[in-house]
């Protein structure tokens, strides 16, 4: 039976979020629709992947703890400027996806990017993020080095800049504080590596709490 990719896209969000609600996730939107959501690894255009995991499926789901901390980081960040919002790229992510991904940038610059499946991603468990600062008109906060939103020269001439001029900007280092601020407050764990990522527990308590998503 032929599927057009519609429908092919529809059947794959639907299956991705059947997953999400057989583990008990809840979906921000339900919770905190302030919040915007643009799913990167939905559109292949927007992830360093070039490809897309999800369909058209472009909903939030984390563990019901991590989606009232986030509501907790909005309002904070409204505190400080009632301008800006959160703008999650990526929330829970089913391991068989995290597979995918993992195979695809194995043995590439962009591998270390990507945690081993074989243990699980925070991402896995729902209960780590990838976000970043918008303003009221949709715009992106400068953060510096960014490999979202980007084709293959833009990402590749943005890591190799990266590499030679590592150092940056008073703005972007202000905005990376104000969004690692805000999320520290609201009891996420930053890491070193990537400024966009942030757990919402401990890898130790997510690992006790939280079964994976597979």
């Keep these: 039976m032929f599927v057009n990719a519609y429908a092919s896209n529809d059947l794959e969000a639907k299956a991705i979020e059947t997953k999400f609600v057989q583990a008990s996730l809840v979906k921000l939107s339900d919770v905190d629709s302030s919040i915007k959501v643009n799913l990167v690894n939905s559109n292949p255009e927007n992830n360093f992947f070039k490809m897309n995991f999800y369909g058209n499926f472009n909903e939030c789901y984390l563990q019901k703890k991590i989606i009232y901390k986030l509501k907790k980081a909005q309002t904070f960040l409204k505190q400080k400027n009632s301008n800006l919002s959160l703008l999650l790229m990526d929330c829970a992510r089913p391991r068989s996806v995290s597979w995918q991904m993992y195979n695809k940038l194995k043995g590439t610059p962009f591998e270390r990017y990507v945690a081993n499946p074989t243990t699980g991603s925070m991402h896995n468990y729902g209960s780590a993020v990838d976000i970043t600062l918008i303003d009221s008109a949709g715009i992106h906060l400068d953060m510096g080095m ?50 966009w990522h942030f757990n919402g ?13 597979e």
């Design 146 to 195: 960014n490999p979202f939103y980007k084709n293959r020269f833009e990402l590749f001439y943005a890591v190799a800049k990266n590499k030679l001029s590592p150092t940056l900007s008073k703005e972007q280092s202000k905005n990376r504080l104000l969004l690692k601020s805000i999320m520290e407050k609201a009891g996420f764990k930053s890491i070193k590596l990537e400024w």
């Design 201 to 213: 527990f401990s890898k130790k308590i997510i690992r006790r709490e939280f079964k994976i998503i």
